[in-house]
């Protein structure tokens, strides 16, 4: 399967790999690529390593780049219209590190160019609130983490691409079941109870998929 892929265009060469390591946690099949730093090892952008970086990431499905400051964008843009097809990547405005783990998680999951894309820019928001849900559930986590990392990331995808709009929530707190930043800052652990709502055609198989995970203590 051709999967999305992502370009980290950033000043800082240890940033871009930073991130892309972090990303890169939770969607082990996607080709994400760090482009950070001039060519001499300092702080920049250099359009050849750009350039390089979003060849290495395009697998047939395209390819999304995110950038940290103004500059970066300008210099990812320019490798994006060297393309011979420009169509086949995009340079998305969103935050950096959000952005790109909810975009590795959505290019996961099997989503398209413009849905990576989406993704990324709705990785900002932390929080929704909750859809009026035609089905719900309880559900105890019995992993000793909770939802963090890897358990967040694989409940997002494991929703990703289901007609069904998924809240979570513990406490006082809900988050959108498709954000992995929003169900981390959940900070639900092990022995803590969630509740998960779901409304839409598929909600019955999104709650499903997530007492599956649930069930298995998330692969853990």
Do not use: C, W
Not at 18 to 29: H, T
Request: no cysteine; proline share 3%.
């Amino acid at each position: 399967m051709s999967r999305v892929g992502l370009v980290i265009v950033s000043h800082s060469a240890t940033l871009a790999r930073g991130v892309v390591e972090l990303a890169g946690q939770m969607a082990p099949d996607v080709t994400l690529e760090p482009a950070g730093g001039t060519a001499d090892g300092g702080l920049g952008t250099d359009f050849e390593a750009v350039t390089a970086a979003l060849e290495r990431a395009s697998q047939g499905a395209g390819v999304v780049l995110l950038y940290d400051l103004g500059s970066a964008k300008m210099v990812a843009d320019l490798a994006v219209e060297g393309l011979a097809e420009p169509d086949g990547a995009l340079v998305v405005d969103a935050p950096l590190v959000e952005g790109a783990v909810a975009a590795a998680v959505a290019a996961q999951g099997g989503s398209d160019l413009s849905g990576v894309a989406a993704a990324a820019v709705r990785g900002e928001a932390t929080e929704v609130a909750e859809p009026t849900a035609e089905e719900s559930t309880d559900l105890l986590l019995t992993n000793e983490i909770g939802l963090h990392a890897r358990p967040a990331a694989l409940l997002a995808r494991a929703v990703a691409n289901l007609e069904a709009q998924v809240t979570v929530a513990f406490g006082d707190r809900k988050a959108d079941a498709r954000s992995v930043l929003a169900l981390m800052a959940l900070a639900a652990r092990g022995g803590d109870t969630i509740t998960i709502s779901a409304d839409g055609p598929q909600a019955t198989e999104a709650l499903q998929r997530i007492r599956d995970l649930a069930s298995r203590d998330f692969d853990e």
